[in-house]
């Protein structure tokens, strides 16, 4: 069922893009440009620059594996593929051993449980991404599942153990779940597998704060430093206290973080029934311990994938507690469609990524693929762009990221409070860039007054690009004329629904 569909949405995909794969965010595009230049001895986005830009330890260095292959942009999609695909065996062998599923359940239930599954994993929205959050989703089950396994009896095995390892070094946020799942494991008799897990996952983390010492870099990437007060408080910032109370208060306003404050409500009544069964609580308590963590420095959204790690695992959980509730409290066909219906709370945003997949292909096809196209095939000449990503791949001429995700110097700058347009102009000039390509309203006035505005890209819709329009601009040093030129012939090549407008006047 989910290959059929995931193939649907594929050649859906392909088609709105005029047969190119894109995926439905430009963020991707981040990761194999830094890959790429891994395999040339560097580390991030430009050759002999080094920074973080990428959200992930251990994704860039997945995605080398698959350009030193040669697969190219296909490379995060057949390893996405292959996640999802294990995502939702893994699941629908849970749902078997929880007793959801079984010889006897009527096909119609049993069929829905699986179409529920694979939707709030998000397995058919969540590979288009091209990011590592369908990674992160299956070392979410993987560990689950192990846990319960492990809970009952059985010896924990090098899946479930590597799987708490891969967890952080995936996302970041996945320490949460794999530290409380040690902690179970040590309480539940399983020391040595508990010690050796920690130990291992150290080492990892070790190895990788050795490395961005050895760059100059900070332990975090900047795309982290740049978009989580908590973190970046965590780490130095200051008035961490003060971060968590406000990431809370955005959470309680988030139908998903009030959906996972339910959940854990729900969860907390569960381990209060069931407390004198430990271990039951090795299970539920580390969820709990998931979800609250999540609650307080969590993010959401952004075409639904910020969150779906820990509503996959706040879903999971919630089974696991009504399989151990009495049977007259909840049993048979009534528990399943109970759970059926309660499942879609869970499922519905991505249902809705999922049928929005190929629209967020072709936006960021008639967007960023085309500034990419302009960058590489017409200008080939350094740039300075806000929004990082196709621009960056593929392209071996240098890339100024005027928001920081890509350039260290910028996102130092940005976080001592001393980054504004007489700072946007000297880095230009210090890179040679004379064409700036941004999204105008991410700065406001706030441009250096010798650029001029020379075209803007126009896009019909807006599904996960920023915006609708990308604003040229030149600096006082560039030759407007080849510009211009370069720029006219760039525009008969456009695809039908993108269009590029000259403009001569100075900005403002």
């Known amino acids: 069922m989910w290959a059929a569909v995931f193939l649907v949405v594929v050649i859906a995909s392909l088609y709105y893009c005029d047969g190119k794969l894109i995926y439905t965010l430009d963020d991707p595009y981040i990761h194999l440009a830094v890959a790429h230049n891994i395999l040339r001895g560097g580390y991030g986005i430009n050759l002999g620059e080094a920074s973080s830009p990428s959200s ?87 560990a689950v599942d192990g846990l319960i396994a492990t809970a009952g009896g059985r010896p924990p095995n090098l899946l479930f153990l590597g799987a708490l390892v891969l967890m952080p070094l995936l996302r970041f946020e996945g320490a949460a779940f794999s530290g409380a799942t040690i902690i179970a494991l040590w309480c539940l008799g399983r020391r040595r597998a508990a010690a050796g897990t920690a130990a291992a996952l150290a080492l990892a983390g070790a190895a990788y704060a050795s490395y961005m010492a050895h760059l100059g870099l900070p332990l975090l990437p900047s795309s982290v430093l740049l978009k989580s007060d908590v973190m970046a408080s965590a780490l130095g910032g ?131 693929y085309q500034m990419h196209r302009f960058v590489a095939d017409y200008y080939q000449a350094a740039v300075a762009v806000n929004d990082l990503g196709l ?39 210090e890179d040679n860039v004379a064409l700036i390509m941004i999204y105008e309203n991410w700065f406001g006035s706030a441009l250096p007054p010798s650029w001029r505005k020379i075209a803007v890209l126009h896009n019909v819709d807006k599904v996960t690009a920023s915006g609708t329009e990308v604003s040229f601009f030149i600096t006082a040093k560039a030759d407007a004329a080849a510009i211009a030129a370069t720029l006219e012939r760039f525009r008969q090549s456009l695809p039908l629904r993108t269009s590029l407008t000259l403009v001569s006047d100075r900005r403002g």
Not at 109 to 131: D, E, F, H, Q
Not at 409 to 417: E, W
Request: positive net charge; charged residues 15%; contains cysteine.
């Open 56 to 142: 992930s330890i251990l994704w860039p260095w997945m995605l080398a594996a698959t350009e030193f292959l040669r697969l190219g942009s296909a490379g995060p999609l057949l390893l996405n593929s292959l996640a999802a695909l294990a995502t939702v065996y893994v699941g629908a062998r849970l749902l078997t051993r929880l007793g959801l599923v079984g010889p006897t359940t009527p096909p119609v239930l049993a069929y829905g449980l699986g179409a529920l599954l694979i939707l709030v994993t998000s397995g058919l929205a969540l590979p288009m991404t091209g990011m590592e959050h369908s990674w992160h989703v299956l070392t979410v089950v993987l």
């Open 238 to 368: 200051g008035r961490l206290t003060e971060r968590i109370a406000g990431n809370l208060v955005d959470s309680l306003g988030n139908d998903r973080g009030q959906l996972l404050l339910v959940t854990l409500a729900c969860l907390g009544a569960a381990s209060v029934m069931q407390r004198k069964t430990p271990q039951r609580l090795a299970v539920t308590l580390p969820v709990m311990a998931a979800i609250a963590a999540h609650l307080l420095a969590g993010h959401y959204g952004w075409f639904a994938r910020y969150e779906v790690y820990v509503m996959t695992m706040a879903l999971l959980g919630l089974l696991f507690a009504a399989s151990g509730l009495p049977q007259p409290v909840l049993h048979g066909r009534p528990r399943i469609l109970l759970l059926l219906l309660g499942g879609l709370c869970f499922a519905a945003p991505y249902a809705v990524a999922a049928v929005e997949t190929p629209l967020a292909a072709r936006n960021i096809y008639e967007q960023q």
């Open 391 to 429: 621009v960056s791949y593929g392209n071996d001429k240098f890339v100024l990221d005027l928001w920081g995700l890509g350039s260290e110097k910028v996102r130092r700058l940005r976080a001592a409070g001393r980054y504004g347009p007489d700072q946007m102009a000297r880095l230009a000039d």
